[in-house]
């Protein structure tokens, strides 16, 4: 499994970014696609995440401005981020979940700054 992310930059406080991962490679039987974040001095972290298409999880942090869908033809992950704040300033990993495993991706950078 290949797990390509894109869509990270540079944004002010207040701005919006979309995130996709594109998954590759053995992808039949997917149980979760997400994402996690990682800020300089922090530990790994959750963000979001999608159960087979359907069911959705939200960190309290992101709850109401970040939105994670999916394209199932494509097995594309997107995460949309709305009012975007400072502290969500990190690299994001995307994360696939399949048969008991964790894949993950090489993450993006996204940085929130005026």
């Known amino acids: 499994v290949q797990l390509q992310a894109s869509g990270g930059g540079l944004v002010q406080p207040g701005g919006s970014l979309r995130l996709s991962c594109a998954a590759s490679?053995?992808?039949?039987?997917?149980?979760?696609m997400g994402w996690y974040r990682q800020a300089p001095g922090k530990q790994r972290e959750f963000v979001a995440r999608?159960?087979?298409?359907?069911?959705?999880n939200y960190a309290d942090s992101v709850k109401g401005r970040f939105t994670i869908s999916r394209d199932g033809a494509e097995n594309t992950v997107y995460l949309q981020m709305n009012s975007l704040k400072p502290e969500d300033t990190a690299v994001y990993y995307c994360?696939?979940?399949?048969?008991?495993?964790?894949?993950w991706g090489k993450g993006t950078q996204v940085t929130v700054s005026s």
């Open positions: 999608m159960f087979r298409g359907s069911i959705t």
């Open positions: 994360n696939l979940a399949r048969r008991g495993v964790n894949y």
């Open positions: 490679g053995s992808i039949s039987s997917i149980d979760w």
